[in-house]
């Protein structure tokens, strides 16, 4: 989401292949309960950590996690992380 007016250095390459993956794994919109796309924060971190391709480990996916929520990539709810921008970013 780091635009070229964003001061803050872009995330790495290793996040963003987190955030797409996550994305792709989030339940749609249901214009019900959450009009964006959603991804309870138990599954994310299964999600990622039985991706073979990434290889992390936990600490690894709490970090990942930690700077999605700090960059607004997610924001979350009741144990629910929520894409902030899918149009733009999924």
Known sequence: MAGITDPRPPLPEWIRECYDLLCSHADPPDNGK???QVIEYDDATD???SDSELALEQRDVEYALTRLLERGYFY????????T??????
């Not at 921008?85 to 999924?90: F, G, L, R, T, V």
């Open 34 to 36: 959450a009009a964006v």
């Open 47 to 49: 999600v990622l950590l």
């Open 76 to 83: 979350e709810v009741e144990g629910e992380l929520r894409v």
């Open 85 to 90: 921008s899918p149009e733009e970013q999924c």
